[in-house]
């Protein structure tokens, strides 16, 4: 991490976000400018899911391991093909059957340069990448469709962020060859917790292949509904609402003057434009994060209109196959997605069978769980790829 930066400062932003922000004002701008590195032909789109579509060596992973920005090919959310972004890092040394860990981030916006493959330091970014590395992971890390690549980003939608984070795994195993092995894992915060918890409930059915180990997350978004309820006071909560209507109202053509203020329109659009790890935007997206404190919405609940009352249940992730194990990582102190929600989703998982390993952090909040949490959740991880039990707390 760049700077250890109080943490009394979740005013800042109060939504799912609020850890990138931090990381890049800190000092992890985004790059200026896409390449057509993220551009795919009609023809190039051809190919099944999770193979490869291009690839560009980086500098700067740990441990002299090398790392690779990747395009790759994946499922859209009518079945079309997409292209994908990311990256892969490979850890040095021709080590046969790699394990793999796909990491999912937290919120970093809604339009393509916001693409975290594009920030200067990328690799500070994916928490507990230098011990994934050390015990010989290859790790990899999606964009999610929309991001790098042309938009709308499907933001907070379930399926489109599982099926870019299993895509990712194959792209990975593509790219090591012999030295990758079947056995995964998944680990994401914030909106890369329901990623990965949508990638494991899409596992069976769509990348049968791979043989998913577990999963951990970090104060994950579980209950869709219930956070924009609890964020709308804050001027943090009101951005993560513009932002999500925004991108479904272009995702699934869902009325967002139906919702909306016309006369708070235009700050919507300009919030959707916005990156959270530039630092650049920051003073922009503040001003206009208190814009929507005098005027938003038009209706006083948006989460019970439809389609968005729908859309939000469809995008609430539910139980996992029980097989799976689960790590849930959450802090007493996150505002963004409080602990009985979480507390709430282990019971879910309890009751349809899960094995759910649950670490609540005393003090922690939501910009910094997944940092304080990464060490325990890799070690849960390697217990996992050892083939140990998988503990469980639903007894408790």
């Known amino acids: 991490m760049l700077s250890r930066l109080g943490r009394g400062h979740g005013w800042a932003l109060g939504a799912l976000a609020i ?17 057509d590195f993220y551009s795919a032909s009609v023809a190039e789109l051809v190919g099944p899911p999770g193979t490869l579509i291009r690839t560009q060596p980086m500098s700067g992973a740990p441990l002299d391991a090398a790392a690779y920005r990747i395009l790759y090919r994946s499922t859209g959310l ?33 339009v393509p340069h916001c693409a975290p493959s594009l920030a200067r330091l990328f690799f500070q970014q994916v928490q507990g990448l230098q011990e994934m590395v050390r015990r010989g992971y290859i790790v990899v890390a999606t964009d999610y469709p929309g991001l790098g690549t042309s938009s709308p980003h499907p933001y907070l939608v379930g399926t489109s962020e599982g099926r870019a984070v299993l895509d990712s795994l194959r792209a990975a195993r593509y790219l090591a060859g012999n030295s990758a092995g079947s056995r995964v894992a998944l680990w994401g915060h914030s909106q890369g917790g329901q990623a990965v918890l949508f990638a494991a409930r899409l596992a069976r059915s769509y990348a049968p292949e791979l043989h998913l180990v577990g999963v951990a997350a970090a104060a994950p978004a579980t ?51 916005f990156c959270l790890g530039s630092s650049v935007d920051i003073q922009p997206r503040r001003a206009a994060e208190q814009t929507l404190q005098q005027r938003f919405l038009e209706v006083s609940d948006v989460t019970d209109v439809e389609p968005w009352r729908t859309l939000l249940a469809e995008n609430t992730v539910g139980a996992l196959p029980p097989a799976i194990p689960v790590f849930l990582a959450q802090g007493t ?6 602990p009985p929600v979480t507390r709430d989703y282990m019971r879910r998982l ?9 670490l609540m952090l005393q003090g922690a909040n939501h910009a910094w769980i997944a940092r304080d949490a990464a060490g325990a959740a890799i070690d849960w991880i390697a217990q996992r790829f050892s083939g140990a039990a998988a503990p469980s707390d639903c007894s408790r």
């Open 223 to 273: 209950e869709l509904g219930v956070l924009m309820r609890n964020n709308f006071t804050t001027p943090g909560g009101k951005n993560l609402l513009a932002i999500t209507l925004w991108s479904w109202s272009r995702v699934f053509g869902a009325p967002i003057d139906q919702v909306v203020d016309p006369a708070a329109m235009p700050t919507v659009n300009k919030l959707a434009n």
């Open 350 to 358: 309890c009751v349809a069978g899960s094995k759910v390993r649950l």
């Open 19 to 35: 850890f990138v922000l931090f990381v890049f004002v800190a000092g992890c701008s985004l790059a200026s400018a896409q390449s």
């Open 333 to 338: 102190n996150d505002d963004t997605v409080s």
């Open 78 to 110: 009518k079945g079309e093909r997409i292209a994908v972004s990311g990256v892969a890092i490979i850890p040095s040394g021709a080590t046969a059957e790699r394990r793999i860990v796909a990491w999912a981030h937290p919120t970093t916006g809604i």
